[in-house]
């Protein structure tokens, strides 16, 4: 199931590729318009998802890096022991372990995550993400997703 480890390769580089090319193209705070309901805009979070403890004063910033590093390891070993016919769980698992290692990357490095899609309707507006933020949601969706049909009896 080790194989499968290359889509969180994939994600990590899509995701700090997207964010590089965001620090290096745009400016704290600026907007790119691209329609109704979708925007560019570069902004910093130093919490955690919805900006969750972002002003708590900097220590969280190594206890995320703690949590995310520790989750990893947890989830490259689940990989390892999955049977070699449980390919959904390994691709929602490498998803999220893409996921969570390019987040920890930005908060080594920066001490805060790049964040920058923007989507909104009307006067709903979705806090700001990145691809390694849709990367962790896909793959948490696909595990329930996984969960449901193993409770109903399918083995597929």
């Known amino acids: 199931m080790l194989k499968f480890l290359s889509i969180s390769a994939i994600?990590?580089?899509?995701?700090?590729?997207?964010?590089?090319w965001v620090d290096a193209s745009m400016k704290l705070y600026q907007?790119?318009?691209?329609?109704?309901?979708?925007?560019?805009?570069?902004l910093r979070n130093t919490g955690a998802a919805f900006s969750f403890l972002s002003d708590a004063g900097g220590w969280q910033r190594w206890f995320f890096v703690g949590l995310a590093l520790v989750v990893s390891v947890?989830?490259?070993?689940?990989?390892?022991?999955?049977?070699?016919?449980?390919?959904?769980?390994a691709i929602s698992?490498?998803?999220?372990?893409?996921?969570?290692?390019?987040?920890?990357?930005?908060?080594?490095l920066y001490g805060y995550v790049i964040d920058f899609i923007d989507v909104f309707?009307?006067?709903?507006?979705?806090?700001?993400?990145?691809?390694?933020?849709?990367?962790?949601?896909?793959?948490?969706?696909?595990?329930?997703?996984?969960?449901?049909?193993?409770?109903?009896?399918?083995?597929?």
């Open 11 to 20: 994600v990590l580089f899509l995701d700090q590729a997207t964010k590089l």
């Open 31 to 42: 907007t790119i318009e691209l329609n109704s309901f979708f925007q560019l805009t570069y």
């Open 74 to 89: 947890v989830i490259a070993v689940w990989v390892a022991r999955l049977p070699a016919n449980d390919k959904w769980m």
């Open 93 to 108: 698992l490498t998803l999220i372990l893409g996921g969570a290692l390019g987040n920890v990357i930005d908060r080594i």
């Open 121 to 156: 309707y009307g006067d709903w507006h979705w806090p700001a993400f990145n691809v390694a933020d849709s990367a962790i949601c896909i793959g948490v969706v696909m595990m329930l997703c996984d969960s449901f049909r193993k409770e109903t009896g399918s083995t597929a």
